[in-house]
């Protein structure tokens, strides 16, 4: 019963530690992967920890679109901004969206966030709108 007990603690103590500090991020280009452009399909697109392509963590995706040839080629990948050139408050710091006519690049620091926003409601909401709508009846 001991074990049993010294077990379920290791893992519970064990899901309070993240395993990579780097950032997860979206990797693909629209003119080679359409599902990377707009509208957006995360199921078919590869994610790629960050910190794998630098000896320096980086904080930051990017998502970029830019209206090239006739049409809107986006990218989405790793922010190429390590800790040596900018540090890691720098990088959350710059977070957000930059215009150039129609042209945008975006900048974000948490996993995946260089996806498409989501309109799911999950189901915490549900919940709550239900309750609410039984109050008032």
Do not use: H
């Not at 359409?34 to 000896?55: A, I």
């Amino acid at each position: 019963m001991a074990s049993l007990a010294a077990l379920l603690s290791v893992l519970t103590i064990s899901l309070l530690f993240r395993l990579g500090d780097g950032i997860r991020c979206y990797v693909c280009r629209s003119d080679e992967l359409p599902d990377c452009g707009d509208p957006f399909n995360p199921g078919r697109v590869p994610s790629s920890e960050c910190d794998n392509f630098f000896t320096q963590q980086t904080f930051t995706c990017f998502k970029a679109t830019q209206y090239a040839a006739g049409q809107y080629v986006t990218v989405r990948g790793c922010a190429p901004f390590t800790t040596d050139v900018f540090p890691g408050g720098m990088q959350k710091g710059m977070v957000g969206s930059y215009w150039k006519g129609v042209n945008v690049m975006s900048l974000c620091d948490f996993p995946n966030c260089n996806g498409a926003i989501s309109n799911k409601v999950g189901w915490l909401g549900c919940f709550m709108l239900t309750v609410a709508l039984f109050r008032l009846f």
